[in-house]
């Protein structure tokens, strides 16, 4: 007889009374591990998606760039300087509309948080250098979009004048504006135990669990 067999028989009503708790454990951490896989999953989906409609949009900006006012001529219609400006009109419109998107779903849940700072970092330098597209700037571009297609004060355009202003950094931004379940106040600072346990839930939920298993046969075996 193996000794694994000897520890066996001799701990059997200890291992038969902390079976269910074992069992219980196995199936919560299952369905856990299951529900993140299912949300990694569908942020890598949206960050695809949202990655093909950028790369859409900044290829329509550099055609919209190269463009040049034409006299009708050669069979080609005439292109004016205000239908330029109108075309860098419509072009704002489309890009913070799509800002509109990225951030409903890092609230919802479906972009990850570190690659949304990314994003809105870059808006911050592009508000900041203020280049202009046939003569429409980034600046008169949001402004044209908010009057236009949003006129609707949210937490997208309150975040979009925080990080124009420079009242916050975009991390800060990204916590206040973002998921209810992440964001994080001035005062919580202080309990920083709290605060890792909300940033790593599934390590802090396997850490009380282990915490808890190892009692249980503390006590069975001290019975």
Request: hydrophobic share 45%.
């Amino acid at each position: 007889m193996s000794h694994l067999t000897q520890w066996v028989h001799a701990n059997e009503k200890i291992l038969a009374t902390a079976g269910p708790y074992f069992s219980a454990t196995v199936l919560f951490f299952t369905f856990l591990v299951t529900i993140t896989l299912t949300r990694s999953i569908k942020k890598t989906d949206t960050i695809l998606n949202f990655g093909e409609l950028f790369i859409d949009i900044i290829e329509k900006r550099q055609k919209l760039q190269r463009k040049k006012p034409r006299p009708e001529g050669n069979g080609l219609p005439e292109i004016t300087a205000t239908e330029l400006q109108q075309e860098a009109m419509d072009f704002y419109a489309q890009f913070f509309s799509l800002m509109f998107s990225e951030h409903y779903a890092y609230r919802v849940g479906n972009l990850d948080r570190n690659t949304f700072k990314l994003w809105i970092t870059s808006r911050k330098r592009e508000h900041d250098n203020n280049d202009s597209i046939h003569g429409v700037t980034y600046q008169e571009g949001w402004k044209h979009w908010y009057r236009a297609y949003h006129a609707h004060d949210d937490e997208f355009t309150r975040l979009m004048r925080n990080l124009h202003a420079g009242t916050a950094s975009p991390f800060m931004l990204v916590m206040r504006y973002g998921p209810r379940t992440k964001r994080v106040l001035l005062w919580q600072c202080i309990f920083r135990p709290y605060l890792w346990f909300r940033a790593n839930l599934l390590r802090g939920l396997l850490t009380v669990a282990v915490v808890f298993i190892l009692f249980v046969l503390l006590i069975l075996l001290r019975g």
